[in-house]
């Protein structure tokens, strides 16, 4: 092995022991370390997972709209692998969204689902980009793909603020946001509990780059192994 | 610029006159939208619910429904009998090719619209006339947003084997905030409020339609590119 590749992988491990280590101390800060909510129970704790993946959702469709973005800029395979790669990350954790939500609900609100703002808007934002994943499904690799699907990422992105902002007038009963709040920062929450919270985001963060490494890491061995078969079919 | 236009009214030219030839988009849409009415008025229980609180949502499912319709078909018969080619291969800007498209796109959904109040009035029983100039006006920058993003997307889906599918897979969810603002305003218009109470949704919606414009007119060259 050269020095080229074996220098990402050192960073990789690197990446994934700090990721395991951050995994492991957010589940001991949510589980044993934080207090249990005076008023819901248990089911709070569940926030420590909602939150932290609501955020990575957010910041892996920003993600994808920047790479789309220098992808019809650049015109380079590399960013048209960030966007796709980011994206499915997106939606894994904005589905984890949709289902810890519910359970969190079910018990405090007295239903799994009703039509808040904020569930509304996070519903129409993982239907925005399942159906950015079934464009890149439905058009053979190549150019095109990576253009239409440039062209989705940056709709999609720049719709979040008009989604936003017609959903919060059509109604709202979400919690409101307690971490960055008009008092404050941290006002609404006790100490240990924003700790653990912030433990908790810093852990799903690495994750998210974890994630991405390893999704381009195979996307660009994808293209490897495309090369090889044309130039083998080619050469006979 | 004056180049420019006459390449816009060409195209917005063009498919008016194959539309009066075929005739297949117009009544196609419209008949479509009386049905999704009919089909409204079958399901929701109308002797119960306040009509003009319904009426404006079943009105703009007909007008998106039929508009997808009429997007869908207006790129399939470009893609068809290679229009499409020979319209790349003339020397105009892209975007006046995007501009005529959306422009045609348009003129056909507001005519269809503009054949369709009628019939609500007649069939909701709702006094259309009380606040007219508000009414068109919310329809008109409602249908401006639909139809910016509508030729985008199916510009872009017309090039795929599953368009009828994806383009209604990729607008709807775009379109939420035009779905929403469209009706609210609508149903507030109806119940007699003056468009200065809702200046935060026209204000979304002419947003929607500017910022659509903007991103189709940057990103239509490398969707449109062969």
């Known amino acids: 092995m050269n020095e080229e590749t074996s220098a990402p992988e050192e960073s990789g491990h690197v990446l994934f022991w700090l990721t395991c280590a951050g995994l492991a101390t957010a589940l001991w800060a949510i589980f044993l370390f934080v207090p249990t909510e005076k008023t819901e129970g248990a089911v709070q704790r569940i926030m420590y997972f909602h939150i932290p993946s609501a955020w990575l959702a957010f910041f892996a469709f920003f993600i994808v709209f920047v790479s789309s973005i220098l992808f019809l800029w650049k015109k380079d395979r590399e960013w048209d692998i960030y966007a796709q790669s980011s994206a499915e990350i997106g939606v894994v954790f904005c589905s984890l969204v949709l289902i810890t939500g519910p359970i969190w609900a079910k018990p405090i609100w007295g239903a799994w689902w009703v039509w808040d703002a904020r569930l509304t808007s996070t519903l129409i934002l993982w239907l925005i980009y399942v159906a950015y994943l079934m464009l890149r499904g439905h058009v053979e690799s190549g150019s095109a793909r990576a253009r239409y699907a440039a062209v989705v990422g940056i709709a999609g992105f720049l719709d979040i603020p008009l989604i936003h902002f017609s959903v919060l007038w059509w109604r709202t009963f979400h919690p409101k946001p307690k971490i960055i709040s008009a008092e404050g920062l941290g006002t609404g929450m006790d100490t240990t509990m924003l700790v653990t919270l912030l433990l908790s985001l810093g852990a799903f963060t690495l994750l998210y780059f974890l994630l991405l490494g390893q999704r381009i890491e195979i996307e660009k061995t994808k293209d490897e192994i495309d090369h090889l078969k044309k130039e083998r079919l080619y050469s006979h | 610029m004056r180049q420019y236009l006459n390449q816009v009214t060409a195209i917005i030219w063009k498919d008016f006159a194959v539309e009066l030839k075929t005739r297949e988009l117009f009544s196609t849409m419209f008949v479509f939208a009386v049905l999704v009415i009919l089909i409204f008025v079958f399901t929701v229980d109308l002797s119960i619910v306040n ?176």
């Open chain 2, 51 to 226: 009509v003009n609180e319904v009426g404006p949502g079943i009105l703009w499912v007909a007008f998106l429904f039929s508009g997808t319709i009429g997007l869908n078909r207006s790129f399939m018969l470009e893609k068809e009998n290679g229009c499409l080619q020979g319209l790349m291969l003339t020397p105009i800007d892209r975007t006046a090719l995007y501009f005529g498209k959306m422009l045609s796109n348009l003129a056909f959904l507001l005519i269809m619209e503009a054949l369709l109040l009628p019939l609500f009035m007649v069939f909701f029983n709702v006094d259309l006339f009380r606040n007219l100039g508000s009414l068109l006006l919310v329809i008109l920058i409602g249908t401006v947003g639909f139809c910016a993003l509508g030729t985008l997307l199916s510009s872009l889906a017309g090039h795929l084997k599953t368009r009828d599918i994806m383009l209604p897979i990729l607008l709807y969810p775009l379109i939420v905030p035009i779905a929403i603002g469209a009706v609210r305003m609508t149903s507030k218009v109806l119940m007699g409020e003056p468009l200065s109470e809702m200046w935060n949704w026209v204000g979304l919606t002419l947003s929607f339609d500017i910022i659509y414009i903007g991103v189709s007119i940057m990103t239509i060259d490398h969707v449109l590119e062969e």
